[in-house]
């Protein structure tokens, strides 16, 4: 009797940890350019270390552009400054190179070759899906026009806003 007790308990505590995680393990940003035509995907998925973003861009302009995770869920055209600075729930300052930083929402630059198509992974293991990226005010995709420093605050001197997408389940 005392044993059945504890196994069932066992099981709903086992449902109870893993229902939280399985909720949000996957999220995806259909990303638009100013016009509002689709330039691309990204499908985020949760990994034990963080979150690996699968980017697949299909219209983007050639060249290097700065890639981030931006700290509000709104994509509003043309210049998407809805979607607010970096995601920087630590406060940090800016920048890979930055010894103060980075803001958790900053990743690689991004190289896109003539054809403006570009298929990419990249793990960023400073942000969580649950209650981070998909939590409080949204999060977003962002590619600017030119390439990121790495150090210059609050955004890398990568100049406009060129893409954007709202992070969803
Ligand atoms: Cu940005
Ligand atoms: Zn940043």
Redesign the pocket.
Known sequence: MATKTTIAIAILALIALTAPASAADQATAVLKDADGKEVGKVTLIAVPTGVLLAVDLTAMPPGDHGF?IHGIGQCEAPSFKSAG??F?PEED???LLNDA???A??MPNIHVPASGKLRVEVLNQSVNLGMGLLGGKGTAIVIHQGA?DYIS????DAGPRIACGVISE
Not at 153 to 156: E, L, R, V
Request: hydrophobic letters at 5%; zero cysteines; aromatic letters at 0%.
């Open positions: 981030h600075g970096h920087n300052e800016h920048g930083g980075p803001h929402g900053d990121d605050n609050p955004a890398g």
